[in-house]
C-alpha cells in the first residue's frame, strides 16, 4: 500500500502518529494515552514495553486517532520517512521501557 491512503478497516495510516487510549489511566487523566509511528505501508510500529517495538499490535488496542504527517518534509521524503522509523524501531528495541522519561511518545 504506497498510495498513501488511510484503511481504518485494516488499520493501516501511512504517514501518520497514532494515537490509543490507556485503560484507567485515560480515563482519570484524559490527556494520557499509548502512541505508534505508521510506515508509508500504514504499518504500526509502537515502543509496547521493555526492549521491545511492535509491529501492527499496538501495545493497548487499536488507533482511535491519527495524525497525518507530511512525508516530502522528512529528511530523503518517503524514503527518509521509512528509514527514521526503522531507525529509531531499532533503537528502541534495544532500550528499557520508562512510563516517564522513555516511553512511546520518546520513540515516535
Given at each position: 500500500m504506497a498510495d498513501g491512503k488511510i484503511d481504518k478497516e485494516r488499520h493501516r495510516?501511512?504517514?501518520c502518529i497514532v494515537w490509543t487510549p490507556i485503560p484507567c489511566l485515560t480515563w482519570l487523566f484524559p490527556f494520557i494515552g499509548h502512541m505508534g509511528i505508521c510506515m508509508s505501508s500504514g504499518v504500526i510500529r509502537d515502543f509496547a514495553g521493555p526492549y521491545y517495538?511492535?509491529?501492527d499490535n499496538m501495545?493497548?488496542?487499536n488507533p482511535t486517532r491519527y495524525l497525518m504527517m507530511d512525508p516530502s518534509k522528512a529528511n530523503g521524503g518517503a524514503a527518509?520517512?521509512?528509514n527514521?522509523?526503522?531507525e529509531a524501531s531499532e533503537i528502541y528495541s534495544k532500550r528499557m521501557h520508562n512510563l516517564f522519561c522513555d516511553n512511546c511518545?520518546?520513540?515516535v
Amino acid at each position: 500500500m504506497a498510495d498513501g491512503k488511510i484503511d481504518k478497516e485494516r488499520h493501516r495510516y501511512p504517514y501518520c502518529i497514532v494515537w490509543t487510549p490507556i485503560p484507567c489511566l485515560t480515563w482519570l487523566f484524559p490527556f494520557i494515552g499509548h502512541m505508534g509511528i505508521c510506515m508509508s505501508s500504514g504499518v504500526i510500529r509502537d515502543f509496547a514495553g521493555p526492549y521491545y517495538v511492535s509491529e501492527d499490535n499496538m501495545g493497548f488496542g487499536n488507533p482511535t486517532r491519527y495524525l497525518m504527517m507530511d512525508p516530502s518534509k522528512a529528511n530523503g521524503g518517503a524514503a527518509g520517512w521509512d528509514n527514521a522509523v526503522t531507525e529509531a524501531s531499532e533503537i528502541y528495541s534495544k532500550r528499557m521501557h520508562n512510563l516517564f522519561c522513555d516511553n512511546c511518545h520518546s520513540h515516535v
